[in-house]
């Protein structure tokens, strides 16, 4: 479990979410799945199994099982609050609605900061704490010439370009873990779920693996595009019901491999 929340932490973290959002995210997926384990429990009883296979409190598991779920509220990160004062606030936009580009420590004559707008948001975090964290998002910019900071994107989103993409790893990532989860959890594996591991290469290695990839994903994607596509007319002309869908996927992985330089060549398949 740890080694599948490091990867999401590290994204959330990257996107500007949340522990609070990614908790009720959390709260959701566990209810859900519990309801799912019990199709045939009782309504009158459903809360109190769920409760105690979730661990959440019954008033939890009553508002995460109504049909129509209340959107809880959590709290913004005081980041997100800072930007978003400084997007709206007329005390720190010019005339036409646009964030000012604002100094990063009050001036003699007390006019619009980016420390009093974050003292504006909260005592609790340090302006320059907040500044940081708003320029690791890519959201602002600090100039240390002018010691002027700006805002260098409209949204707390993310880019146009990044949002497929992010749409794309939700997809992909998600249908691979569910293959795996399914897997473990079956007695006889219902998915194709393989992979093969090596270390002890070089990054000019890498390189040559890269492109071996590459090659066996187009020849891997010509043959399937063809094959679904006849199979789906198939099936359509024959009548049958099309309430299936299937993602055939392949991915590669490198990282430094912190091994003794005596360690003997391993190549091994896993299942």
């Not at 309801?35 to 199994?49: C, F, G, I, T």
């Not at 996927?249 to 391993?266: E, K, T």
């Amino acid at each position: 479990m740890r080694a599948l929340l490091g990867p999401i932490a590290r994204l959330a973290l990257a996107q500007g979410v949340s522990f609070a959002a990614l908790e009720e995210m959390m709260k959701e997926a566990f209810v859900d799945e519990a309801v799912k384990a019990q199709p045939a429990q009782a309504p009158s009883r459903l809360v109190s199994r769920i409760s105690v296979a979730t661990g959440l409190n019954r008033r939890e598991v009553t508002r995460l099982t109504r049909q129509q779920r209340a959107i809880r509220a959590v709290r913004a990160s005081p980041a997100t609050e800072v930007f978003t004062r400084w997007m709206t606030d007329p005390q720190w936009c010019e005339g036409a609605g646009e964030p000012k580009p604002l100094p990063r420590v009050a001036p003699a004559d007390g006019a619009p900061s980016f420390e009093s707008l974050a003292h504006a948001v909260t005592r609790d975090v340090h302006p320059r704490s907040l500044l940081d964290e708003l320029c690791r998002l890519g959201i602002a910019q600090l100039d240390d010439t002018t010691d002027t900071v700006r805002l260098v994107r409209n949204a707390f989103v993310p880019s146009d370009a990044q949002g497929p993409m992010l749409g794309f790893l939700g997809d992909n990532v998600g249908d691979h873990l569910m293959a795996a989860v399914s897997n473990v959890l079956a007695q006889e594996p219902p998915h194709f779920e393989q992979a093969v591991f090596a270390d002890e290469l070089s990054a000019e290695s890498l390189v040559a693996i890269r492109s071996f990839v590459l090659g066996q994903w187009k020849s891997l994607m010509h043959g399937a595009v063809p094959l679904l596509e006849g199979l789906i007319e198939d099936d359509r002309q024959q009548g049958r019901r099309q309430d299936q869908r299937i993602r055939i996927g392949l991915y590669s992985y490198a990282a430094d491999a912190a091994l003794p330089s005596s360690a003997p060549d391993q190549v091994e398949s896993k299942t």
